[in-house]
C-alpha cells in the first residue's frame, strides 16, 4: 500500500500540472469564438496619410525561397516611395546575392561568426542609421523612403499578397504600434507539414485571436510582424537569443504596448515537412520558451504589483507544457492510472474510487474539446484523423527534446525550406 501512496501522490501532482495546461488552452479556445468587438472609439481613424514601412528579410543560407519570396514581395499595389525592402544575406550563395543585386531592394552581406536572426535584424537597422544621411548610395533603392514609420519582418519563405501593405497600412491608421499578422501554411507536401499548419492555426486561435477577444494582447511569431520602427529601433540591440520574437513580445507588454492581432491580412509560410526538421524547429522554439520564461519571472512580482495583466498572461504562457507532450502524456495516464487500480483492486479487494482515472479521462476529452474548437472549420475534415497517426511519433521527438534543452544555448537551429 506503501507503493500505492507514493503513486496516488505523483498521479495527483502530474494531474495538477497538466491541468493548469489544459484549463488555459481551453479558456482561450472558448475566447476565440467569440464575436469581433467593435473598433474602439480611441483607434479612430487618425489621418489618411499613407505610412512608410521598412521590409525586412533576415535571411540563412535560404537560397532556394529568398529570391522568389523578395520578387513576390515588389508587386505590392502600395506606392514604391512608401516601402524599402531590405535582404540581410547570410552566408548565402554569390549566384543568389547576384539576383537579388538585380532587385529593387537593399542588400546586405554579413558574415557573421555567430548568425541569428537577432544580430541580422541589428545590423539591418545599423547600416540603415549609418546611411541615413546618404543619398547616393547605390545599393539602396532611388525610391527608398526618407522616413519609417513601421519594420515589418518576414522569414525568407514568407510570400505576401499583392495588397499587403495597403492592408497593413488601414491596420497601421488606427494607432496601433505592434501587430501580428495571420501567418498560414502554403504547403501541405504530407502529413508532417499539414499537422504543422494545423498547430500554426490553433496558435493563431488560442494566442492571438482569442486573446485579442478578451482584451489581451496577441502572441507574435517571429515573422509577419509589424512595429513602430522607432520603438524597434530603440530595442533591437537588446535581443540576445534564438526567440527574438518572444523577447520583443516581453519588452512590448512590459511597456503595456498592446499587440493587435490581423487575422484578416495573410502571411504564407512554409511549414517543415521531414521529422528532423520537426524536431530541430520545436528544439529552438522550447529552448527559446524556457529562456524567455526564466528571462520573465524576476519581474512577475513587480508586473502583479502593478497590474501589467498582458506580462502575467504572458508569463503564464510561457509555462505551459506543450500540447503534443499533453496528447501523448494525458492517455498514457490514463491507461496506467486504469491499471494499476485495477491490480490493487484484485490484489487487495479493496474498494477504489474510479475518480483515480476518471480525472484523466475527462482532462483529456477537456483537451481534445479545446483542440476541436481551435481548429478553423474549414480544417475540420475526415482526413484529419489519418494525420493524427503521426502525432505520437512526433511527440516522442518533443519529449526528446527536452533534455536537450540548454537554457543558456543562443545558437541559432536553422530550419531547412524546400
Given at each position: ?101 538585380s532587385l529593387p531592394i537593399t542588400l546586405l552581406t554579413p558574415q557573421f561568426d555567430k548568425s541569428s536572426k537577432a544580430r541580422a535584424l541589428q545590423y539591418a537597422v545599423h547600416s540603415l542609421q549609418s546611411t541615413a544621411h546618404r ?103 537588446k535581443l540576445s537569443t534564438a526567440g527574438e520574437d518572444k523577447e520583443l513580445e516581453a519588452m512590448l507588454l512590459w511597456e503595456r504596448v498592446h499587440v493587435h492581432y490581423a487575422e484578416d ?154
Amino acid at each position: 500500500m506503501v507503493a500505492w501512496s507514493i503513486f496516488l501522490f505523483i498521479d495527483m501532482l502530474l494531474w495538477l500540472v497538466m491541468v493548469c495546461s489544459v484549463v488555459y488552452v481551453l479558456v482561450f479556445a472558448l475566447a476565440s469564438i467569440l464575436p469581433r468587438p467593435p473598433k474602439s472609439q480611441t483607434l479612430k481613424l487618425k489621418t489618411s496619410k499613407l505610412k512608410t514601412f521598412l521590409v525586412l528579410y533576415p535571411a540563412y543560407h535560404e537560397d532556394s525561397v529568398i529570391c522568389t519570396s523578395a520578387e513576390s514581395f515588389l508587386k505590392q499595389d502600395y506606392p514604391s516611395d512608401k516601402y524599402q525592402v531590405i535582404v540581410i544575406s547570410d552566408h548565402m550563395t554569390d549566384e543568389t546575392n547576384q539576383q537579388l543585386s538585380s532587385l529593387p531592394i537593399t542588400l546586405l552581406t554579413p558574415q557573421f561568426d555567430k548568425s541569428s536572426k537577432a544580430r541580422a535584424l541589428q545590423y539591418a537597422v545599423h547600416s540603415l542609421q549609418s546611411t541615413a544621411h546618404r543619398s547616393d548610395d547605390q545599393q539602396t533603392k532611388d525610391s527608398a523612403p526618407s522616413t519609417i514609420d513601421y519594420v515589418v519582418i518576414l522569414d525568407a519563405d514568407n510570400v505576401v499578397v499583392p495588397d499587403f501593405l495597403s492592408r497593413l497600412n488601414s491596420e497601421c491608421q488606427n494607432g496601433y504600434r505592434a501587430i501580428q499578422c495571420h501567418r498560414t501554411a502554403k504547403n501541405s507536401g504530407n502529413d508532417i507539414a499539414e499537422l504543422d499548419g494545423l498547430s500554426e492555426e490553433i496558435n493563431n486561435s488560442l494566442f492571438r485571436r482569442g486573446h485579442n477577444r478578451v482584451g489581451l494582447s496577441s502572441a507574435l511569431i517571429g515573422s509577419g510582424m509589424c512595429l513602430d520602427f522607432e520603438w524597434f529601433a530603440d530595442h533591437v540591440d537588446k535581443l540576445s537569443t534564438a526567440g527574438e520574437d518572444k523577447e520583443l513580445e516581453a519588452m512590448l507588454l512590459w511597456e503595456r504596448v498592446h499587440v493587435h492581432y490581423a487575422e484578416d491580412i495573410l502571411v504564407k509560410d512554409e511549414k517543415v515537412s521531414g521529422s528532423d526538421n520537426f524536431q530541430r524547429q520545436r528544439l529552438r522554439w522550447m529552448t527559446a520558451q524556457i529562456q524567455c520564461l526564466m528571462a520573465m519571472i524576476p519581474r512577475l512580482p513587480r508586473a502583479i504589483a502593478t497590474f501589467r495583466i498582458d506580462y502575467i498572461d504572458k508569463t503564464i504562457q510561457q509555462a505551459l507544457i506543450p500540447r503534443s507532450i499533453l496528447l501523448l502524456v494525458i492517455p498514457l495516464m490514463a491507461i496506467l492510472a486504469h491499471i494499476i487500480t485495477y491490480i490493487v483492486h484484485r490484489s487487495t479487494n479493496y474498494e477504489l474510487s474510479t475518480m483515480h482515472y476518471t480525472k484523466w479521462w475527462l482532462l483529456l476529452l477537456a483537451l481534445v474539446l479545446a483542440l476541436f474548437i481551435a481548429i478553423p472549420n474549414r480544417l475540420r475534415t475526415r482526413a484529419l484523423i489519418t494525420k493524427a497517426l503521426a502525432l505520437p511519433a512526433l511527440a516522442l521527438r518533443m519529449i526528446r527534446n527536452i533534455v536537450r534543452i540548454e537554457r543558456k544555448n543562443t545558437d541559432f537551429l536553422h530550419t531547412e525550406h524546400g
